[in-house]
Every structure is written in structure tokens, then in C-alpha cells.
């Protein structure tokens, strides 16, 4: 690779008047500084706020930058939401790459109908984040956290009370990696929807049961698992009308993101009983977590971890930068397929 152009890469900053940092590639050091610097001049960004941001972009501060490089799930926060004032800014820029899974934070749409493409870390996550729902679906049916809470008292009078809890584990739905998992580890019943279904194969392999539509599909199983990607369509997705179709004393697991489950609705359901318990790492307010829902029992509550875990750092750091060097040619131009699209049908629509 000969050429050299520009790309930009943020980075995280922590409070206004700190000065920029970011988490350097820290396991793919040899692919960084061999593939992706031979081809690119990386420049970090410096800007702390929005209105820098749109400042810089407007005058050029970066010259005519043909990518958008973010190493670490955590970064672009000082942006904002990527929308219809920030994305004619940049009009050289080929693509937006990411390390991270979720882009609920950018319009992907737009940015595919200004032919710039979005790339997230598709795929480093998945053992993770199947791994915590996993965990949350064992604990809504077992009652691990009405279990933990009195047991950390030391107060044997209130552990002998609960220590006669017992549950029993029966249906899940989707997730592909959980699906496996459940099926395999805990003799689960498989039952999917998705706008985009997977092939029969996959379905048989999984030994999963598709439904035609997500109301069909939660009248079926004693707990769901959601999975979907957050944008302005799943918003509010489970909502009141969604919990009432579930057969009463339903578990709900969610590890997708806080805003497809409307969080209202389903304080509700839980404090009528209609849903037993809940296990969440997402959260409609994100940082904040309801106050309602930290105070029962019956529902599991982990931070947005999931995907934190060490196979998804190494394989995440390399998705980007693998996606950029697909996509950017010598003079800024396309050259070929990006890796894991996300606006494919926005970019590609004529």
C-alpha cells in the first residue's frame, strides 16, 4: 500500500476541561502501525463538545478527511447524535467506522443517502453479550438477585427465608448465540422473530420455531430475550400492548438497548405480577437506572458490560480500521466492500 490520506480518529474525552484521550490500539499494535499507517495519516481529533465539533468540520480544521475512525465502543460521545446538521459536513468522508456494535447515536440512513457508509464491530461482541443474557435468564427464572440481596445482610435469620427459593427454566426465544446456548446448556425451547429471517438451515441447526410476527411470537414463550439493533423504528418496541400479550408471569431479558423497552410499561407489568422478573444491563435513560426497578427483587441489573470482555476488545479494534482499509482507495475514492455494513440499503438506494 502506497498512498497516503487522512483520516480522522476520535477520540474519548471525559469532562470539558479535561484534555483529549482515548484507549491507544491496545492488542492490534502490529496491524495498526504496519497495514493501517502505511495507508493512512491518522489525526485525533481535539474537539471536547458539539459546538466545537460542527466548528471544526465547517472550517476544515481537518482538511478533506476521508474516514472516521472510532477504536473504542466509548468514543464519539462529544459529538452527539450524528443527524442532519453534522452529516453534509464532512462531504470527503467514505465512511464512518466503528468499534462498536450499537449506532443508535447516528442516522444511518441519512449518512447512507450522503453515500457515506457505516461500519460498527459487528460480531466481536456476540459471545459476550450472549454470555450476560445468558446469565440474566438463569437469574429471572432462579432468583439470584432476590437470592444475593438478603444474603449479603450476613443476617442468617433473613438467608434462611430465602434460601428455600427454588424456579424452574422452560422457553427463549432469539439471540443466535444464546439460542445455542439455552438449547444445548439448558434443554430450552427455541422460539424466534426477526424482519430479517434466518435462513431454514439456520433455524434447524438452532433448533429454533420462527413466528411471522413479534405479536404471534410473545404469546408463546415464559421469557424473551431482545436482541434488535436501536433506531427510530424498535423504539418502544415492548411496550404495554407487547407485555399484556405474554403469558402472565412472564420473564423479560433485555441486552439490546434501553429504548426498545419502554421502561414505564414494564414497572408496571412487573409490579402487577403480569411479568415476574426482568434482567437489564440497558436502560431507557441511560446512565440512569430507575429508581423503581433498582429496588426490586425480581430484577437483575448489571451495567452496560456485556460486551466488555477481552475477546471483544481484540477483535473489535481490528473491524475498523479493517472496514476503512476496504472501503477508501488511494484518492479518497470507493474501492470496494466494507466488512460489516450497516446502511447498506440507504447507501445502495439509486
Known sequence: MRWRYTIILVVVHAQANDPPHWESIKYNQKFYEGEFLSGFDVIESEEKDRVSVINALKTKKYGDFSAIYGPHFQTGGEMGQWDAELIPLPPSVRIFASAGAGFNWADTDLLGQHKIWYANGAGASDEAVSDTAFYMIVSVFCSFTRSQLPTRTTVLEIFNVTHKLIASISHNPRGKK?????????????????????????????????????????????????????????????????????KPGSRVVNTARGQ???????????????????????????????????????????????????????????????????????DGEFIGERLTPVNAKAFNAP
Open 260 to 330: 426498545v423497552v419502554n421502561e414505564d410499561a414494564l414497572v408496571a407489568a412487573l409490579k402487577s405480577g403480569h411479568i415476574s422478573a426482568a434482567g437489564l444491563y440497558v436502560y431507557y435513560h441511560e446512565l440512569q437506572v430507575a429508581p423503581e426497578l433498582a429496588e426490586m427483587e425480581n430484577v437483575t441489573l448489571t451495567a452496560h458490560i456485556g460486551g466488555g470482555a477481552l475477546d471483544t476488545r481484540i477483535n473489535s479494534e481490528p473491524n475498523a480500521m479493517k472496514n476503512i482499509l476496504a472501503v477508501v482507495g488511494p
Open 178 to 246: 444464546l439460542a445455542y446456548k439455552a438449547r444445548m446448556a439448558l434443554g430450552m425451547e427455541i422460539h424466534c422473530f426477526d424482519v430479517v429471517r434466518a435462513s431454514v438451515d439456520e433455524e434447524h441447526r438452532l433448533g429454533a420455531t420462527f413466528h411471522a410476527s413479534l405479536d404471534k411470537l410473545l404469546k408463546v414463550p415464559e421469557c424473551i430475550s431482545i436482541h434488535t439493533p436501536l433506531n427510530a423504528h424498535p423504539q418502544d418496541l415492548i411496550d404495554a400492548r407487547a407485555l399484556a400479550l405474554m
